[in-house]
T-cell receptor, first 112, second 113 residues
């Protein structure tokens, strides 16, 4: 069976510090991978998606970047966090052509 | 622009009643639509989907209706239970970009005992 792991679950970081959130998928190959951000009480905002190793598409201009160094690994990064980067970050995967996306448990990031 | 939105941000129902959550979409080219449930502090979970060539699809206690004429989607939950309390999102798949889902804002469903 397929599983998705996302860590850490919570994170408190000072403004200006770097960020690295990691997401890994098990039990499948060549998944489409996604990073979303969800502000409190709001919907999902797609940040990045990747269809293969080294292939990253950015949806919105922002202070964040993403990388996919391995087929089932997706990393969300920032060199210097802003207060506005606070939120609930979700990683997800989906097979091309399938309707269902599978989400990780999320990382709640608070920038102070 | 293309968007998927929800008519009601919050919905409160009595346990045992039926719930109806509505969603409007604007992209006629979307080829399928999906409903997700998100419990507090967790990632969204897939509930049910419907292809654009269908009008209705039923699952366990849930029914999704699609009205392409008015670009409206609804999720009906029968005999709502306390465990159904969550935020419900509709999403549409842009047929021109199979890698992306366009998400609605979400409706919070509260089930009163």
């Amino acid at each position: 069976s397929q599983t998705i792991h996302q860590w850490p679950a919570t994170l408190v970081q000072p403004v200006g510090s770097p960020l690295s959130l990691e997401c890994t998928v098990e039990g499948t190959s060549n998944p489409n991978l996604y990073w979303y951000r969800q502000a409190a009480g709001r919907g999902l905002q797609l940040l990045f998606y990747s269809v293969g190793i080294g292939q990253i598409s950015s949806e919105v201009p922002q202070n964040l970047s993403a990388s996919r160094p391995q087929d089932r690994q997706f990393i969300l990064s920032s060199k210097k966090l802003l207060l506005s980067d606070s939120g609930f970050y979700l990683c997800a995967w989906r097979r091309t052509g399938n309707t269902e996306a599978f989400f990780g448990q999320g990382t709640r990031l608070t920038v102070v | 622009g293309e968007s998927v939105g929800l008519h009601l941000p919050t919905l409160s129902v009595q346990e045992g009643d039926n719930s109806i959550i509505n969603c409007a979409y604007s992209n006629s080219a979307s080829d399928y639509f999906i409903w997700y449930k998100q419990e507090s502090g967790k990632g969204p979970q897939f509930i049910i989907d419907i292809r654009s060539n269908m009008d209705k699809r039923q699952g366990q206690r849930v029914t999704v209706l699609l009205n392409k004429t008015v670009k409206h989607l609804s999720l009906q939950i029968a005999a709502t239970q306390p465990g159904d309390s969550a935020v419900y999102f509709c999403a549409e798949n842009n047929a021109g970009n199979n890698r992306k889902l366009i998400w609605g804002l979400g409706t919070s469903l509260a089930v009163n005992p």
